[in-house]
């Protein structure tokens, strides 16, 4: 790799851990595994580049395969996480899930919530199919 490609976003072990959602201690791991490669700066720090780390959540976030599960879907947007909050309305529900480091609220229909046994504690997926989707640069 070129230094112009390195130097390209270059992210550090514990920015890197962030971005995806997991400790730092975790993507050390994941490097020392060879899962990463990484590759040391100026100051003697792990770094890994911003297409390289790309690459890597990617490959971390493909779907669990859902034409094997028997679900085939369109949608490639899916936050595991754990129901934190559920509001019944009259017609309507409100439920929110953490999905790691991200909170993913939804209204659906208070028949659906009932359903699907949507209560705090639940393991769940928040399945995004969206044509209009906003990103911010940081």
Same mark, same amino acid.
């Given at each position: !790799?070129?230094?112009?490609?390195?130097? *390209?976003?270059?992210?550090?072990?514990?920015?890197?851990?962030? !971005?995806?959602?997991?400790? #730092?201690?975790? !993507?050390?791991?994941?490097?020392?595994?060879?899962?990463? #490669?990484?590759?040391?700066?100026?100051?003697?720090?792990?770094?890994?580049?911003?297409?390289?780390?790309?690459?890597? #959540?990617?490959?971390?976030?493909?779907?669990?395969? #859902?034409?094997?599960?028997?679900?085939?879907?369109? @949608?490639?947007?899916?936050?595991?996480?754990? *129901?934190?909050?559920?509001?019944?309305?009259? /017609? @309507?529900?409100?439920?929110?899930?953490?999905?790691?480091?991200?909170?993913? /609220?939804?209204?659906?229909?208070?028949?659906?919530?009932?359903?699907?046994?949507?209560?705090?504690?639940?393991?769940?997926? @928040?399945?995004?199919?969206?044509?209009? *989707?906003?990103?911010?640069?940081?």
């Amino acid at each position: !790799m070129g230094q112009s490609e390195a130097s *390209v976003n270059p992210y550090r072990i514990g920015e890197a851990a962030a !971005m995806l959602g997991v400790s #730092a201690d975790t !993507m050390r791991r994941w490097v020392d595994a060879g899962r990463v #490669a990484a590759e040391r700066d100026e100051h003697g720090h792990r770094i890994i580049p911003g297409a390289r780390l790309a690459a890597f #959540a990617r490959e971390l976030a493909r779907p669990e395969n #859902a034409e094997s599960e028997g679900r085939p879907s369109s @949608a490639r947007n899916r936050f595991p996480g754990i *129901v934190t909050d559920v509001v019944l309305g009259d /017609v @309507a529900a409100q439920v929110e899930i953490q999905a790691g480091p991200f909170r993913v /609220v939804s209204l659906i229909s208070r028949e659906s919530a009932e359903e699907l046994d949507l209560v705090p504690g639940a393991p769940a997926t @928040a399945v995004i199919k969206s044509t209009n *989707v906003m990103i911010e640069r940081r």
